[in-house]
């Protein structure tokens, strides 16, 4: 079998985390703000000891490490992703997500521009099909120092070894289709922007424990979230306020920037004057982890 890295792509993400995503088939991401209790990163499972570097053993090496190995957890906080950071200071990390797809395949232009023009760093998971749509308007976003590329996988999927689901999403399949779920869009923005991402969020925030530590394998870290931002894109733009303002420092905001019909910009625009007004400042995760 050829590199995965040969392979063709096979299908037409105080921090702020912009991750405003479409489910690639149906049903409601992050439905709830909820997630004061979530802790941080716990230490991924020791499944592979050989430390050898993906590019060296791609594809059919993570089949072959992983071929009977039974995850234990599933869920948005199992070992190995990050859902806040630690700091004495007054920092939160925004994140925003696109996922593509039919519905999800828009862009916040006046999101974006809000955050360029008061000077707001984030950190912006990007799904592989919505890169195909927004090719220009991707690489602009990658240019701009204030912000921070992520991979928000191939194909939008729950990241599972043995095709869990959520939100009636079918997971992928096995290892190595777990590994093609990150590794394809890892490489395409690395070929458009000549930098590998460092973080990784799966479509619906869903991992198993096994599926994180092939991500690990592949030089990137599980970004998860203390804070859900925006229900999905789905919160009033009241909502989207009131779960900013519950950040505290170190927290990592779930939102989204490919949903430009919803409130999440407009929570965002008035939530924004009185976190400064508090003392908080914006972060890339990259800057603190």
Same mark, same amino acid.
């Given at each position: 079998m050829q590199p995965v890295r040969f392979i063709a792509l096979p299908v037409a993400g105080l921090l702020f985390v912009l991750s405003a995503c479409t489910p690639a088939t149906s049903g409601q991401e992050?439905?709830?703000?909820?997630?004061?209790?979530?802790?941080a990163e716990r230490p991924a499972p020791d499944v592979d000891k050989s430390g050898e570097s993906v590019r060296e053993h791609p594809e059919e090496r993570i089949r072959e490490t992983y071929r009977g190995v039974t995850p234990k957890e599933w869920g948005e906080q199992v070992r190995g992703?990050?859902?806040?950071?630690?700091?004495? =200071?007054p920092l939160i990390a925004l994140t925003f997500d696109a996922?593509?797809?039919? &519905?999800?395949? @828009? #862009?916040?232009? !006046?999101?974006?521009?809000?955050?360029?023009?008061?000077?707001?760093?984030?950190?912006?998971?990007?799904?592989?099909?919505?890169?195909?749509?927004?090719?220009?308007?991707?690489?602009?976003?990658?240019?701009?120092?204030?912000?921070?590329?992520?991979?928000?996988?191939t194909e939008h999927r729950p990241l599972s070894v043995n095709g869990r689901s959520v939100y009636g999403i079918?997971?992928?399949?096995?290892?190595?289709?777990?590994?093609? =779920?990150?590794?394809?869009?890892?490489?395409?923005?690395?070929?458009?922007?000549? &930098?590998?991402? @460092? #973080?990784?969020? !799966?479509?619906?925030?869903?991992?198993?424990?096994?599926?994180?530590?092939?991500?690990?394998e592949t030089g990137e870290r599980v970004a998860g979230f203390d804070v859900v931002g925006d229900g999905g894109a789905r919160f009033s733009a009241s909502q989207v306020k009131q779960a900013l303002l519950s950040a505290k420092p170190g927290s990592i905001v779930i939102l989204h920037f490919n949903q430009p019909n919803g409130?999440?910009?407009?929570?965002?625009?008035?939530?924004?004057?009185?976190?400064?007004?508090?003392?908080?400042?914006?972060?890339?995760?990259?800057?603190?982890?």
């Open positions: 992050h439905p709830s703000p909820s997630a004061s209790s979530r802790t992703v990050i859902t806040r950071f630690e700091t004495k =200071e996922c593509g797809g039919p &519905r999800g395949s @828009k #862009f916040d232009q !006046a999101l974006v521009d809000h955050l360029i023009r008061e000077q707001i760093p984030a950190t912006l998971f990007v799904n592989s099909r919505w890169i195909d749509a927004n090719r220009d308007t991707f690489l602009r976003l990658s240019e701009n120092p204030l912000f921070e590329i992520g991979n928000h996988g079918r997971g992928t399949s096995d290892p190595a289709h777990a590994f093609r =779920e990150v590794w394809l869009n890892h490489e395409k923005i690395r070929n458009l922007t000549g &930098r590998e991402p @460092k #973080f990784f969020r !799966a479509g619906t925030a869903y991992y198993d424990e096994v599926a994180v530590r092939i991500v690990h409130e999440t910009f407009e929570g965002l625009r008035q939530a924004i004057p009185v976190l400064k007004q508090r003392g908080f400042r914006f972060v890339k995760l990259e800057d603190v982890l």
